[in-house]
């Protein structure tokens, strides 16, 4: 998952292991640190396999790496790109770091990338809505009154949280109407 979001930001430019830090900083979940203990090794990593360059340069008097995407690089993240997104706990990060990285795809991709998400949307809506009945259904039982109404409340939010993904999502595939699928397309939105 990592492996993505490093690669698309190196295809722009090269940077520094102190920029590729905030930009996965900025494409996690608000307030999460990604620390150099952990960013580090991913680009070792990624070293070692011959994805990326690491340089040493002097930025302000502080030596700093600074890591440029190879060939070999480009082509992984170009599979990376293409492969289907696992239906796990790290899916909704992925598929924001790949649509980071939509407009070096063509429409007919990008169409399906974000059909893929609408999918894995509307499949956690079935569960929330399953979840809703069952606590109705529950929620009367002295024992449980005490969780079902801010679980309901909680589920509530999540399915808000939802729909704006939905709506999101759907203002997308607007955009791209009457696109062929091999245009490219990357316009700024309004």
């Not at 940077?15 to 090794?41: A, H």
């Not at 598929?95 to 070096?104: C, D, I, Q």
């Amino acid at each position: 998952m990592y492996d993505l979001l490093i690669l698309g930001a190196l295809m722009v430019h090269d940077r520094t292991g102190y920029k590729l830090r905030l930009i996965l900083e900025g494409n996690l979940e608000p307030r999460r640190k990604f620390s150099n203990g952990v960013l580090y090794p991913l680009l070792h990593k990624l070293q070692a396999a011959g994805y990326i360059e690491l340089s040493q340069i002097v930025v302000n008097g502080r030596e700093q790496k600074l890591a440029h995407i190879t060939p070999a690089g480009r082509q992984y993240f170009d599979q990376l790109m293409h492969t289907p997104i696992a239906m796990d706990a790290k899916r909704e990060s992925t598929f924001m770091f790949k649509f980071r990285a939509l407009g070096r795809e063509n429409v007919g991709f990008q169409r399906e990338t974000i059909n893929a998400y609408i999918e894995a949307v509307n499949a956690d809506c079935v569960v929330y809505k399953w979840v809703l009945v069952h606590l109705h259904e529950v929620g009367g039982r002295p024992e449980r009154k005490p969780d079902a109404g801010w679980t309901v409340r909680t589920l509530q939010l999540q399915l808000a949280i939802a729909q704006a993904k939905l709506d999101w999502a759907q203002t997308q595939l607007d955009a791209l109407a009457g696109k062929a699928d091999t245009d490219s397309w990357t316009a700024m939105p309004e």
